[in-house]
């Protein structure tokens, strides 16, 4: 973005330049057969460029040219919409949408961090999310379909036990018991020793270890300089030395980290101390500084959302919801080609009437921007009809004419194609008509002209003082 000499760069500025890059990137994005939308669930900023220079911060600084590379990640329409029904249906709204690897990096690992090749893994229940940073900023994300569920399918299967009690036993594998008591599946109650919990696992482990190594390695490369393990997953045991003896680092290079590793967020509570609790504080703090995620506007009463970047058109809103270009613009109807005497005379089709666009009730366009809450509606185009001549129209009423050879009713409905000749009568002007236009309200008859007619041929027909005339101008 270039910038006025003298303009001091602000806030607003950065927002914007961020926003352009966003829809920079949306357009790159490849959606296959065109069937699925995507939407931008968050982004990362990789550098910023002052005058072709990387710079840490563009605001407060004067230049002649700024610019931004951005790390933008999108999900499919079809999720998007699953988590914001799941929330309207329990009567509340998304104020915004955030990737937890985003909002667990933006709480763990602060900027001056950044500068150190480190990754970050979120280990939930289903997934293990992975961040990646070098050199000041975030460089890549990634995701193993792989997670704490698996820990507990094991649990499972080895005490033949339900999930929750499973659950349960694993997280007693943090505390400092020896023995756990449950009942199993059968009614039978049970005592196990959690060292025996720990070696049935302990394969699982090893696989969530080799999966997020290997990711880890195939989104940097090589192995980072240190690993940090966040998420209610990372507390399986003896998961970080798996990965550690994975990535060849020394064991206390990959580390838990609960909440005493957010900085300059002060608690005083007692309930949150974990690293389950890192994602959910990061989630908080990534909100304070975001406005919501998206808009959504309504196209003759469907609900859109679109991504909140202030420049979304009604033409976006069009788009997803598949409305294609002929539904806006119509097409004329057919025209025909008739020889008449040996001499083509083209028939043209109705013209097409177009869509009708309002927004908010006044008239719209295509390009106008939308806001959150605007409603849209658009009466689509009527297709123009087909040329109707029929042969009574190109004759006088003193002539008759054959069609293609054969006598022909003067109500005989013209195809593209046929042939007509005229038997009897003057033919003279009896291929086109004269044309009546209203001038002030008067009507004027205009003479056939091959040509056709424009607008200023008009002023041949009436009277004009153009003394007065060229007062007025």
């Known amino acids: 973005m270039s910038l006025k000499e003298g303009i001091i760069i602000d806030s607003g500025i950065i927002s914007t330049l961020e926003m352009e890059a966003l829809s920079n990137a949306y357009s790159m994005v490849d959606i296959g057969d065109g069937e699925e939308v995507f939407y931008c669930v968050g982004y990362s900023v990789i550098n910023y460029y002052l005058n072709d220079y990387i710079i840490t911060s563009l605001e407060g600084h004067k230049g002649k040219k700024v610019a931004v590379e951005i790390l933008a990640t999108f999900l499919p329409q079809s999720v998007v919409d699953s988590l914001y029904s799941v929330i309207k249906n329990i009567g509340l709204e998304v104020e915004g949408l955030t990737l937890e690897p985003i909002a667990a990096m933006n709480a763990v690992i602060p900027k001056e961090l950044r500068l150190l090749n480190l990754a970050l893994v979120d280990i939930g229940a289903g997934t293990s999310d992975i961040a990646i940073t070098k050199d000041g900023t975030v ?100 998961l970080p030395e798996e990965v550690a003896k994975r990535l060849n680092l020394p064991k206390d290079r990959v580390a838990v980290r609960g909440i005493e590793a957010i900085k ?19 989630i908080a703090i990534n909100s304070i500084n975001t406005t919501n995620s998206f808009i959504t506007v309504k196209v003759n009463e469907k609900e859109v959302k679109l991504y909140n970047s202030g420049k979304q058109k009604i033409a976006n809103a069009f788009s997803l919801l598949g409305i294609k270009p002929e539904q806006l613009f119509g097409q004329s109807g057919r025209g025909i080609t008739v020889k008449i005497n040996g001499q083509e005379k083209k028939f043209l089709g109705e013209t097409a009437k177009p869509a009708m666009i309002f927004k908010n009730g006044e008239v719209a366009t295509l390009l106008d921007t939308v806001e959150d809450g605007d409603k849209i509606v658009i009466n689509f185009a009527a297709d123009g009809r087909d040329a109707m001549v029929y042969l009574k129209d190109i004759l006088k009423d003193n002539q008759t004419a054959k069609v293609n050879g054969r006598d022909e009713d003067r109500n005989y409905l013209l195809k593209d194609g046929d042939e007509v000749i005229i038997l009897e009568g003057n033919t003279q002007g009896c291929l086109e008509k004269d044309i009546t236009v209203i001038v002030n309200e008067e009507p004027i008859k205009l003479p056939f002209k091959q040509e056709g007619y424009i607008y200023v041929d008009i002023f041949n027909y009436i009277d004009v003082d153009v003394k007065m005339q060229n007062q007025l101008n």
């Open 139 to 238: 460089v890549a994300y990634g995701m193993v379909p792989f997670a704490g569920d698996e820990i507990t399918e094991a649990i499972c299967h080895h005490l033949v036990v339900d999930f929750n009690t499973a659950e349960e036993i694993k997280i007693a594998l943090d505390t400092k018991k020896k023995t756990y008591k449950y009942t199993d599946v059968l009614g039978n109650k049970k005592t196990v020793k959690l060292d025996e919990i720990k070696k049935a696992i302990s394969p699982m482990v090893g696989k969530l270890a080799e999966l997020i190594s290997e990711k880890i390695i195939e989104l940097n490369g090589r192995a980072p300089n240190a690993v940090f393990l966040v998420g209610g997953g990372s507390q399986v045991g003896s």
């Open 264 to 282: 300059n967020v002060i608690y005083e509570g007692k309930k949150l101390n974990g690293p389950d609790c890192v994602t959910p504080i990061g």
